[in-house]
């Protein structure tokens, strides 16, 4: 991703395996670096959950979330992101290649010998931001699917074929997940579908401009 980004103009901040001291101090250096006419894009991939309505995501150092203060211990996603639109960006992309099954399933599995819990998708609530679009690579309370070890790339569903798209010449980011939506869901057979809430104000949003 790294690659891909810095080969359309973007300037990367590339931050790996990092623990949640370490995850604080860099969040905080890359909001600090925007200014009111950058276009911002945030990539995650890891391990998050939700918990009361609420997007985490979790650090290398927290390995099993049963019985954690997510709030202490983890990143809260949809605070993070109220801070990046505070910084009144042109437009920010938050793609989270992560998780979002409930806190409270994988707890009660934990504790009730891995007992079928259903997931409360009552308490889910869909971030939001304005100028902002956010994209999960699956809806609430789904796992997302890895590709098995072995194969190349070592990418989820959702980050490999977002990579075969994101250099698109003068493609509205919409529509580029749009089509990331499309062969995630074909490739998983439905089990994986890519969940995005749109908030931008502008149109044409392109990742990759180029002279038509």
């Not at 590339?14 to 949640?20: D, E, F, M, S, V």
């Not at 609430?140 to 075969?164: E, H, M, S, W």
């Not at 074909?186 to 044409?204: A, H």
Request: charged residues 25%; hydrophobic residues 40%; neutral net charge.
């Amino acid at each position: 991703m790294t690659s891909e980004l810095k080969s359309i103009g973007f300037t990367v901040t590339k931050a790996l395996h990092l623990t949640r001291d370490k995850m604080d101090s860099v969040l905080e250096e890359f909001k600090k670096s925007i200014q009111q006419s950058d276009m911002v894009l945030f990539y995650f991939a890891g391990h998050g959950v939700q918990w009361k309505d609420q997007n985490y995501l979790l650090a290398t150092d927290v390995p099993n979330v049963s019985g954690i203060d997510l709030n202490e211990k983890a990143i809260n996603a949809q605070r993070f992101l109220n801070d990046l639109c505070d910084q009144k960006p042109f437009v920010t992309i938050f793609l989270l290649d992560c998780c979002r099954t409930s806190y409270h399933t994988t707890f009660q599995i934990d504790v009730q010998n891995a007992k079928t819990v259903e997931s409360k998708l009552a308490d889910f609530k869909e971030m939001h931001g304005a100028g902002a679009l956010i994209a999960f690579v699956c809806a609430p309370g789904i796992p997302a699917i890895d590709i098995p070890a072995g194969q190349v790339p070592r990418n989820g569903l959702f980050t490999k074929y977002l990579l075969r798209h994101i250099k698109t010449p003068n493609e509205d980011i919409r529509m580029i997940l749009s089509v990331v939506r499309k062969e995630v869901k074909q490739d998983s057979k439905s089990r994986q579908i890519p969940f995005v809430s749109d908030g931008l104000l502008e149109k044409n949003i392109s990742l990759c401009d180029q002279p038509r």
